[in-house]
């Protein structure tokens, strides 16, 4: 392992929709592994987080982001 090594992975907070995108171009199909925390849309969490969308609304969200997601995991790659 080189000290760069330690910067060959990209760790990505908020505005993921945007950031996914901007990865599609260079990572499809090369990614071993995607962790995501969803929101939970349950109308019970947290003040400062926008928890009470319409449920199709919030399907419409997830379905996008996991649409770019499946084009960036490589084949043995795992959400």
Known sequence: ????DIFDTPLIFRANLLALKALE????????CVFIDP????????????????????LSLMRDRL???RR???EDGSL
């Open 39 to 58: 929101p939970y849309n349950t109308g019970s969490a947290f003040t400062h987080y926008d928890d009470g969308v319409e449920h199709s609304i919030w």
């Open 72 to 74: 960036l995991l490589s």
């Open 67 to 69: 649409e770019i997601i």
């Open 1 to 4: 392992m080189t000290e760069n």
């Open 25 to 32: 171009a260079e990572f499809a199909g090369k990614v071993k």
